[in-house]
């Protein structure tokens, strides 16, 4: 079966075969993922968020969302949640003292 135009010549040249470009994700899916990752980051990533909150700004907004920040990082505490965050970032400055040291 001879090949299409779009499959001899794509309009992309980033070296991906046409075979593999048709397997890909639709935006729908795209979404899903995206919106999956974005629950994973705030479940687990949830004690940078008042941090983030705090340099904001200085209007109503602002502080009605420092304090939902504050709230939403305190309910992952207590589910135990921000335990792999706190790993991770013990880990990172346990590697980044030991790098120093030497």
Partial sequence: MPLSR??????????????????GANQRQMFAMCLAGALVLACFASSDTPDWAERLGDSSFDHQLRSIAGAWDSAMETLGLTGPHEALRAAMHRVLDWRWSE
Avoid at 6 to 23: F, G, K, S, Y
């Fill in 6 to 23: 779009n499959e001899r010549a794509p309009l992309v040249t980033d070296a991906i075969p046409p075979a593999l470009r048709q397997r």
